[in-house]
């Protein structure tokens, strides 16, 4: 069996066609225009002779023969903006014509489904489809609307601009090359425009294409690995064998970027010229930023060592980053949150306004900080204006003390110079914004624009990219919400590219796998290639299926998925030269693992390894044949600790010198955590504090319940102090997360039930939207929307929750609401924290804040209740295992405090299933027994110093990065060792039970 593959006849042909016909007007047509000129631009330099002949598409054929027309009767071409924006005035034309009440059965109108209903409908319009042809529905409607609205604007998209083309003819004698197999993949309006070209004086002339494996039989000499672009016509190149082929495994895509420039920066006598590279990409989207990052390790401008064939994505310059920011700004109301954030980033250049020599940014975020929370323009106006006011006022009264340059006067007066230039730039970037539309908010991201003094190529042509787009978007007339409008614009800035550039002399070159080996460069790398990006996800049209795209005769979106695994081979078929073929060895963003595809498969196979190589071949060779992806000589930046963090699992393949301080800690500790010992990376610290020896150690139920559930987890919250980052995600239709919907919960039921004590006539759904509303004041909510839904869910809350409370009201009497102990609150009834023992006769300091506190109607004894708004957790006889011992420790407390006995208690869950449900715990001796129990291995435990990691559902831990990969091994060790006595049996059993 020898591997290889057949030439790809392409050029090859190409050259053929066009030496036949010499003088003839010529188009050679491909899927798209940059591929076509590609082509033609890679047989003029194999040829090194002059190519006569005019790459284009189908869609610039059209808009070529349509162009005159148009402009003859003042029409012109749709943007894509516009053409999108048509398309929403359609979908809300027909909504506000339903009667009321009843909705557009298309689902909600966001930004994405307005672009997924903007590509149906181009779908559409190029197969011919008429809106007759789709029968009844939203879909029709929406569609019907759009043709009229189409009539009335005075332009043309792009099916109408092929429509117009078909009046149009080519020079008589023209030829039309067409790229192998591109007729059969035309459809409607596309083949009806090449076959009137065709009837009206042109010729139809096909490139050779041949079927492309990679694997088969050839009897004679060894064939090449892979096949180069045929140019046998070259003599030099007809006797040079095919490519060789490589792959390597990183940890990481930045890993693999870092090992490509490695590979060319090597010394000099070896060195790979830059202008004999390309670089394939099938994930542009991850890795044309890396290239762009790493390149700017070696050049002051990274474009000076790269050029890139699609260009670069706008969002990662400052520019495209500080209008993202400002936009979200303006969709949240001018909340000061997020301004300060966008203060805080740097990209705002505020030296624009404030002049160099004033307040850099961080001092204005620093002003607006001190200011405190607000949101909308006229609350946002009047406390930025009562700042100044009252800065003036400290400068002027400290303007005769002390002697020149004293610090309080010094200091007054730059609180008063900062406080005037954060009003001055408030004012600045909110000019014409109280009233938020298309234009007044492109206005306001054009002034924002005009802040920049570009400092790179890149920033200065990002710069006028957006301007250009945003000159587009204050075209949009839809009505609508501020936040859809903010989401727009936001969609639209991040689809800006910018620095497109043709293969140039002295550059490496980054292209897309489609347009791969068409320079014919000697070397090329094809980074990205596992299974997650090649051959990827299938996604449907969400207005139109498959089936029904058949039936229409439209291109499927299945065989646009299958095309890609068509397009990865073909592009391997023309390369030339030594192929280089990687994968990354996981995601560090997802903490996950990458497996090679099928294509690296293949490369393997053809590289070196066995022709029936598999998956498990690979992994076998992981463990030394992978080249290093780090400079030998390179120190470690700080992105290689944290991907070396992540995957230091897999550090046999890593070369590492083990005098870095910092990775051979970390290596230590795994070391430690794959050891027999119990240790202190597996969560034993030495002997700590003994909850029921220090009665200045206080717990709350809370931390209790943390300790019982997963020591480790307490060991890094509450011992080491560590905090996760919160989210700074902004999303127009999210509120609050899940702990600010329990507080907001919290807060209405203790309302509701206090209302209820005192005698008044309440209306739980009603008292539930007050408190919300009240809620609201303090933390705004991203959309009005976003209130909507969250107000759903708490009436649906406060409806099960007054359920409850009725039910419980026939035999219980509630005395005590939110009842504080041990607390620090100004003029609380019981400051001072409760005893409560942990059995032996020992006990622990307590405090914490109970629910609800009942009596009985008839008879003696109390209860206590704690409000859940998660999901129902059982308790069962041993009270979750100990996460769920409030109901234990409150009792405790009230008898403690109130001299009531506790006979009853438990949970009172409000989960969104719409049915009241009650929790009752074991508080008779028994359960008591339990409960004291499990408190005494807490105490024991803790004061040993052992926070091991448990079994239990590790799902919404903020630690669990840190803690999974060891949580098994330690959990063996706890279970075969006697660490702290009686806390070693409880927790064995407790690892039995969970």
Known sequence: ?????????????????????????????????????????????????????????????????????????????????????????????????????????????????????????????????????????????????????????????????????????????????????????????????????????????????????????????????????????????????????????????????????????????????????????????????????VGGQFAKDPLDLVSFEHGIHARHTRPARCLRKFVEWVGSDFDAAVLHSLLSSGDLPVEAIAGDGGPFAYRLARVLRNIGAFRGLSQGRERIAREVEAAAQEAAGTAGAGAEGDPPRAGARSRSDNAQALATLFARLTSGLDSVSAATLGRACLQVLSLFRPVSNLEGAAVRALRSEIEALCEIETKTEAAALVARFADAMDSVRVSQSHPSPGRIHVTNLASAGLDARPLTFVPGMDDGRYPGTFLQDPFMRDHLRKRLNLRTRRSAFDERGIEARAALARLRGCVVVSWPGGDPAAGAECFPSRVALDCYRLGGGA????????????????????????????????????????????????????????????????GAGFTEFDGDIGPYRDPCADPDYVLSASRIQTLAR????????????????????????????????????????????????????????????????????????????????????VDEAMDVFARTWARLSKEWKPVELEMEFGMSTRGARFPVPVKVPAGGGRFLMLRGRIDRVDVRREGRGAAVWDYKTGAFRDPGKNFGAGSLLQPFLYACAVEALLGQGVSAGGFLYTGRDGQPVEAEVDLGPEGRKVAEEILSCVCATTAAGHFPPTGGDCTYCDYKAACVPGRSAAIEKVRGSAFSGMGAMIFGKKFDET
Not at 221 to 226: F, K, Q, T, V, W
């Open 710 to 793: 997963c020591p480790m987890r307490y060991l890094f919250g509450n011992v080491l102090g560590i905090r996760p980052e919160g989210d700074l995600e902004f999303s127009p239709l999210e509120w609050l997360d899940q702990l600010g919907h329990g507080e907001l919960l919290h807060m209405a039921f203790q309302r509701y039930g206090a209302e209820v004590i005192a005698g008044k006539t309440s209306d739980a759904k009603k008292t539930g939207r007050r408190v919300a509303r009240e809620y609201a004041e303090r933390h705004p909510p991203p959309s009005q929307m976003a209130f909507e839904i969250e107000m759903a869910r």
């Open 611 to 674: 022709p029936d190589a598999s998956y498990s071949d690979i992994g076998t060779a992981r463990g030394g044949a992978w080249p290093s992806y780090l400079p030998e000589s390179a120190a470690l930046s700080p992105a290689d600790e944290v991907v070396l963090g992540v995957f230091a699992e897999s550090r046999k393949r890593i070369r590492l010198a083990r005098g870095e301080p910092r990775i051979a800690r970390g290596l230590d500790a795994l070391a430690a955590r794959a």
């Open 1 to 293: 069996m020898a591997a290889g593959i057949k030439m790809n006849k392409v050029l090859e042909s190409l050259d053929a066609v066009l030496a036949e016909y010499p003088w003839q007007a010529k188009y050679v047509v491909f899927p798209s225009p940059r591929q076509a000129d590609t082509a033609l631009r890679a047989l003029a330099r194999m040829t090194r002779g002059w190519v006569n002949a005019h790459g284009t598409s189908v869609s610039r054929l059209a808009l070529m023969l349509a162009e005159p027309a148009l402009s003859s009767k003042g029409c012109t071409a749709l943007s894509p903006v516009m053409f999108e924006d048509l398309v929403e005035r359609a979908w809300t034309s027909i909504d506000d014509r339903k009667e009321k009440g009843v909705a557009l059965s298309l689902g909600p109108r966001t930004p994405g489904a307005v672009s997924a209903l903007a590509r149906t409908i181009t779908d559409l319009r190029i197969g011919g489809v008429t809106p007759g042809d789709l029968g009844k529905g939203a879909l029709r409607d929406v569609y019907d609307e759009y043709m009229r609205l189409l009539a009335e604007s005075r332009a043309a998209d792009r099916a109408l601009v092929f429509e117009t083309a078909l009046k149009g003819s080519l020079t008589r004698g023209t030829k039309l090359v067409l790229a192998g197999g591109l007729y059969d993949t035309l459809t409607g309006l596309e083949r009806g425009l090449v076959d009137h070209l065709l009837k009206h004086g042109s010729e139809r002339l096909d490139l050779d294409r041949e079927k492309i494996s990679l694997a088969g039989e050839e009897p004679g000499p060894p064939a090449p690995r892979l096949a180069w672009i045929g140019a046998a016509h070259i003599a030099d190149a007809a006797k040079r064998a095919g490519p060789e082929v490589e792959v390597f495994e990183a940890a990481s895509p930045f890993c693999e970027v870092r090992e490509i420039f490695r590979r060319l920066l090597k010394p000099e006598r070896s060195r790979t010229p830059f202008e004999d590279v390309e670089v394939a990409l099938m994930d542009e989207e991850t890795y044309v930023p890396l290239v762009y990052e």
